[in-house]
């Protein structure tokens, strides 16, 4: 690896009620790497962040070896089923904890840094369908619609 100022990758989060994928990507949106855990329904909030941070972990370390030099966090986006607001997530049926946690904050704090954009899954799938309509790229194409949508959602939503 270089000795240059590491690139900085897009990082985004996809937390389903019994698969997780996080994918990293350029700043551009070139996806470089996809990771992902299973596990079943109604792990607790704290198993799902331990596997966040894991595959986050690993999407970065691929991505270094895909680019060839060092890489970081720029950015994050979070995607997760249920009503988000301010308290945490309401409606999370398959994630016991999940109502009662404020997850963007605690990843931020996991991957240190600023601020996670967080939103509804369906709405960051429909987000990126509207900005990126079907997937041209092997690896895009790979990569779940919402997982996807959580890169747009970096660049249109408020962070939390």
């Known amino acids: 690896?270089?000795?240059?100022?590491?690139?900085?990758?897009?990082?985004?989060?996809?937390v389903g009620g019994t698969k997780l994928k996080v994918c990293a990507a350029t700043l551009d949106g070139r996806i470089l790497a996809i990771?992902?855990?299973?596990?079943?329904?109604?792990?607790?909030?704290?198993?799902?962040?331990?596997?966040v941070q894991a595959c986050v972990t690993s999407?970065?370390?691929?991505?270094?070896?895909?680019?060839?030099?060092?890489?970081?966090?720029g950015a994050v986006g979070l995607v997760t089923p249920g009503v988000i607001g301010e308290n945490g997530i309401a409606l999370t049926p398959n994630n016991p904890?999940?109502?009662t946690s404020l997850p963007?904050?605690?990843?931020?704090?996991?991957?240190d840094v600023q601020s996670v954009?967080?939103?509804?899954?369906v709405k960051a799938a429909a987000l990126a369908d509207y900005q990126w309509g079907e997937p041209k790229a092997p690896a895009a194409a790979s990569t779940s619609t919402s997982a996807q949508g959580s890169l747009p959602v970096l660049l249109s939503t408020e962070s939390h």
Not at 117 to 121: T, V
């Open 35 to 51: 990771s992902e855990a299973r596990g079943p329904a109604g792990r607790h909030t704290q198993q799902v962040l331990e596997d």
């Open 1 to 14: 690896m270089s000795h240059s100022a590491p690139d900085l990758l897009a990082v985004g989060i996809d």
């Open 59 to 73: 999407a970065l370390q691929t991505s270094a070896a895909v680019l060839g030099r060092e890489v970081t966090t």
């Open 117 to 121: 954009a967080w939103a509804n899954d």
């Open 97 to 99: 904890g999940m109502e």
């Open 104 to 111: 963007a904050d605690t990843i931020a704090a996991l991957l």
